[in-house]
């Protein structure tokens, strides 16, 4: 992992260096000489998504000693994060209000909360307990609760949310850590927490290209300014297929756009759909999970055979799958994860990451319309010139190439994994000093399976945790809520519990 940051010219790595929405920052210099006391335990928690919020708001609700939390946030609004800041009535969360709930034990808190906020923009009078609504509401539902757990935490217990970018971190001579942000500015923390979400995705070809310094391409699908300059009859290429691409489809649909979208992913496989499907019994043993990839697929195979002829929905097959799949993935060894990754991933995450039925119907409308098109195979070419893009790809499973003429180009093939590859300046410099390493997948970043950061072959880092997207090597399953508000509560009883073992061992 380290040696791509010294190693010789790669130019799919120069390509992302350059172009990153993340511009690289350059880090001021740290004065050594400069300490600043801290008079209580300060935990900074880098990100102000759905994991850091959550994070924040069990620290805010269990600490009963003084306690500086520090949330930081290069983009606020607080709580939104990329997921739920959109601005969309049509963006929707694709599972049921009632299992949105903030906390493990209250999985229905965000319906509770739907109740009880009728004078918030945008909540519904009546709305389905078992619908999708839409995700600008939750992002309002996570501020919410935040802020009702900093109104409530204990005296000596303070929140304080940073607006910034951090762009370097170093072990403080004391203990703990020593964050640098973008305008110069610094923040000692005891310990510090990567809540940082999902990456952008890799460069649809990956290798440096004129388009990529254009308006026609977009690499950041969720921009505010992703569909800015589309005309109503202009053709667009999204490239992947999966829950992001139906966001852009069926934005365009509502801001009235009239011309063809292709969406091209290699394997054409596209997310199913929600449907209401019986609960299903648990199959499995959790004491001898499947130890292959085969097995387990046999096994899924037979059960949906059987509940078929029970009248039950595959789906409820595969979601009484779920909480086995952490401890099937982990006792899998390295040579079975990768086998997974090749042959069954696309078509593991389009039936486990499914779509609310609502936006089905616009798809399915607009494909009857000729106005949507999906495609199967592989990116070849992209030239710009003034007018527009003209794009080439290959059939899969064919040499057929078809020729496309559009707009505009945006990248929907999901996110990046490998932090060894995404040059921003914090994780340049988190690698250099062989602070985080990557995953043998690079799925993410390598750690415990309880967060605790992991040095480049090497132990703990001892101050430097982790949870949701960057732990996706570790666990597989670890980037929906159901998983992070676990993880959330859990770490912040392990990060309070240190602390306490702290105080009494000082005392004695």
Known sequence: MRAGLSGGPNPAAQTTRELSHHEPTRTPKVSMSVEFPTPTKTIAIIGGGFSGCALATHLLRDATTPLRIVLIERKPPFGGGVAYGTKSPDHLLNVPASKMGFTPDAPDDFVRWLRESRDVEGVPETFDEEGFLPRR?????????????????????????????????????????????????????????????????????????????????????????????????????????????????????????????????????????????????????????????????????????????RGIDWRGVLDSLRPHSQAIWQAWPLEERSRFMRYVRPFWEAHRHRIAPQLAEVLARMEAEGRLKFHAGRLQTLDVDASGVDAVFRRRGSIQHVALRVAKVINCTGPRTDYSKFQHPLFIHLLARGLIDHDPLALGINARPTGEVLRYRGDEVGWLFTLGAPLKGVLWETGAVREIREQARALARRLLASEANATAGGEV
């Open 137 to 309: 509401l939750y992002g309002a539902y996570i501020a919410s609760r935040l802020n009702e757990a900093e109104a409530e935490a204990a005296d000596g217990v303070e929140l304080v949310r940073r607006e910034g970018e951090v762009v370097d971190m170093e072990e403080a001579v004391q203990g703990g850590a020593r964050l640098v942000f973008a305008d110069g500015s610094e923040l000692l923390a005891d310990e510090v927490v990567l809540a940082l979400g999902n990456l952008p995705g890799a460069y649809p070809i990956p290798r440096p290209l004129p388009i990529y310094r254009t308006s026609r391409y977009v690499h950041v699908p969720w921009r505010a300014d992703a569909l800015g300059g589309i005309g109503p009859e202009d053709e667009v290429l999204l490239v992947g297929q999966g829950l992001t691409a139906t966001d852009l489809i069926v934005e365009l649909d509502r801001r009235g756009h009239r011309g063809t979208i292709h969406a091209l992913s290699r394997n054409g496989v596209r997310p199913q759909v929600h449907h209401p499907a019986e609960v299903y019994p648990n199959f499995l043993d959790p004491q001898s999970p499947p130890q292959t990839v085969r097995e387990l697929l046999r096994r899924v195979r037979r059960e949906v055979r059987a509940a078929a002829q």
